[in-house]
């Protein structure tokens, strides 16, 4: 069975560029997570879908961050304009809906650079 | 406001030698307590979980962790340490009515010498 896929794993880009991160979850998974990993920190939640609903996006900054998960399966992150603080690491994570065990199965990240 | 507190930030064990790190969080309610393993360049990959029960959990390649909440614990152990061990583990804490959103801590790095 196929992983969390997520893509590009690396990116480099000038601050005010835009950039966008694809994330594509283990097939069944209704849940959906965007998290953020800064260096030598806990990933943190950015958004959570249940299917195609964002349910919990209160951390999202919302001023230059945007996601959507058309048809409650692929998922893209997008960030306009990049600031230099948003070199980080963008895992996205999925999970069995309500009733599961907990468990949520990460992709192996998107490594964003601003300079 | 839940909290997960990981003091170590790095810890440099024998290989052979057991290993012991500590977690402690904060949550008003049953907590439910879960183990990640991350490995360089890699995602976040589950060790053990913590939902009720029996306290000491075990988890896979040898990991086991005891939930006390007398001490607002959930310390993961292993016996004796592969070189292979050697990643960045980090405790969470698990919150709302799926369990589905996490508290991550920030992490313990973990170096195994030959």
Redesign the interface.
Known sequence: EAGVVQSPRYKIIEKKQPVAFWCNPISGHNTLYWYLQNLGQGPELLIRYENEEAVDDSQLPKDRFSAERLKGVDSTLKIQPAELGDSAVYLCASSLGRVNTGELFFGEGSRLTVL | AQS?TQPD?HITVSEGASLELRCNYSYGATP?L?W?VQSP??????LL?Y?SGDTLVQGIKGFEAEFKRSQSSFNLRKPSVHWSDAAEY?C?V?Y???????I????TKLSVKP
Not at chain 2, 104 to 107: L, R, S, T
């Open positions: 997960v930030i439910y879960f990640y360049g890699q995602g976040l990959q589950l979980k939902f980090f969470a698990g709302g009515g799926s369990q589905g959103n996490l991550f801590g920030k992490g």
